[in-house]
Nanobody, 125 residues
Framework: QVQLVESGGGLVQAGGSLRLSCAAS????????MGWFRQTPGKERDIVAY????????YYADSVKGRFTISGDNAKNTVYLQMNSLKPEDTAVYYC??????????????????WGQGTQVTVSS
């Protein structure tokens, strides 16, 4: 089964940048959709971005368009989330997710069957 481990979270001032990494098991990126979600206390996990390797398409939540970029390195079995121009409202635990479910929406948590443990991102003013 697929195992996912996030890293790269931390504390940054508003306007700064962070790059999150998600190390995944081998043989995932060819047929899996890889996504990033975020969650704050008392709220549901919300989609941030996903990448569908087989079709070469990406998706971004409106709140992060133009600021965040999802990418991957198949040789390293790693997906990245580059976060620029960070805002205090970006503060959350960020989760990496993988999906082998093809006939589903990948903007919801139910569309994924593998999850990482999460990494904290805190943006100060």
């Amino acid at each position: 089964q697929v195992q996912l481990v996030e890293s790269g979270g931390g504390l940054v001032q508003a306007g700064g940048s962070l790059r999150l990494s998600c190390a995944a098991s081998e043989r995932t990126f060819r047929s899996y959709t890889m996504g990033w979600f975020r969650q704050t206390p008392g709220k549901e996990r919300d989609i941030v971005a996903y990448i569908r390797w087989s079709r070469g398409n990406t998706y971004y939540a409106d709140s992060v368009k133009g600021r965040f970029t999802i990418s991957g390195d198949n040789a390293k079995n790693t997906v990245y989330l580059q976060m620029n121009s960070l805002k205090p409202e970006d503060t959350a635990v960020y989760y990496c997710a993988a999906s082998s479910l093809y006939s589903t929406s990948h903007t919801y948590t139910g569309g994924y069957n593998y999850w990482g443990q999460g990494t904290q991102v805190t943006v100060s003013s």
